[in-house]
């Protein structure tokens, strides 16, 4: 996202979503939501690519396995927005990364579509741009409805990937996925109740199979529905585990599986992690190929391995 994408947060403004030295690229480090300034913005990414070019690279990008050498396009415009400045959620995950106070997650932010509102009207958001969706819990955000209608189900944005809890059905999201326009993640994280309980510290663990069902309801909405299984070491890195939730998988009908670690265990250990846990990783990926699934590995994971 470095040359040509935006991260909203609360409190800054970046231009990447992932770094593993936790120094985010900031472009705006004091940043609330207020209308982006186009020249400032694109002055501070054109500074970090001068400095690209000359093998001078930002703190944060240093080691990211996302890193890499092309010819990038000079010109000035936006075209991957992650939004991730809305921390409300209804469950209470053990991994979460936001490190906020609960207060944080009750407490509304600021409203990102006329932010992007005026990008679009400026010439500087791309038609077909990716969106990425952190939070927080984005099917109780205030705004999530309103840009799936303006921003997804129009065309405006490319197909995008939405990470949920699965807690609560989206009505909206739900219809995205049946024009093919949006497909969801589901993080999981384990194949029984107790488990469950214990990873997102609340009980909704039937509930949330009973969602999956109906996202996955339909011949459309069945190919954008996936499943992801966060690594928790001494949690859930645990054969058995991971076998019921490959089972759940398929009683679902699921057909992808995502596969990640958790990152503050990551950070901790700066991804220098044991070869048992990598063992275990890798058998989580096999694991689910021979059972038919088609796999992805997320950032973390593949930190892990590429410091390796």
Not at 217 to 233: A, E
Not at 268 to 281: P, V
Request: glycine letters at 4%; one cysteine or more.
């Amino acid at each position: 996202m470095l040359e040509h994408g935006i991260c909203f947060y609360n409190g800054n403004l970046c231009s990447c979503c992932y770094a593993p030295l936790k120094y985010a690229p900031y472009i705006f480090p004091y940043y609330n939501g207020e209308i982006v300034n186009i020249d400032a913005l694109f002055l501070k990414i054109n500074r970090w690519r001068n400095d690209a070019k000359n093998n001078h690279y930002l703190r944060s990008c240093q080691n990211c396995h996302q890193l890499e050498t092309r010819d990038w396009a000079d010109d000035n415009y936006i075209d991957q927005v992650y939004i991730t400045h809305f921390y409300k959620c209804n469950a209470n995950c053990i991994y979460c990364i936001n490190d906020i106070k609960p207060s944080d997650k009750v407490r509304d932010t600021y409203d990102i579509i006329p932010i992007l509102d005026n990008l679009k009207d400026k010439g500087v958001l791309k038609k077909g741009f990716e969106l990425h969706i952190g939070g927080g819990e984005f099917t109780i955000y205030k705004e999530s409805d309103a840009i799936i209608e303006k921003y997804v189900l129009s065309g405006f944005s490319s197909r995008i990937a939405i990470a949920t809890n699965g807690i609560k059905f989206s009505k909206s999201i739900f219809n995205a996925m049946q024009e093919n326009r949006a497909c969801i993640i589901i993080s999981l994280d384990s194949g029984n109740r107790n488990l469950y309980k214990k990873i997102k510290r609340v009980d909704c663990f039937d509930n949330v199979i009973n969602n999956i069902k109906l996202y996955s309801s339909t011949v459309h909405s069945k190919d954008n529905t996936f499943l992801k299984y966060i690594v928790l070491p001494k949690i859930n890195d645990n054969k058995k585990y991971f076998k019921q939730f490959l089972d759940i998988a398929l009683d679902c009908s699921i057909k992808g599986i995502k596969i990640d670690i958790d990152g503050i265990y990551c950070r901790q250990k700066n991804y220098n992690i044991d070869e048992e846990l990598l063992d275990f990783m890798k058998w989580s990926v096999d694991c689910s190929l021979e059972k038919g699934f088609d796999v992805e590995t997320f950032s973390f994971y593949n930190q892990c391995f590429s410091m390796k």
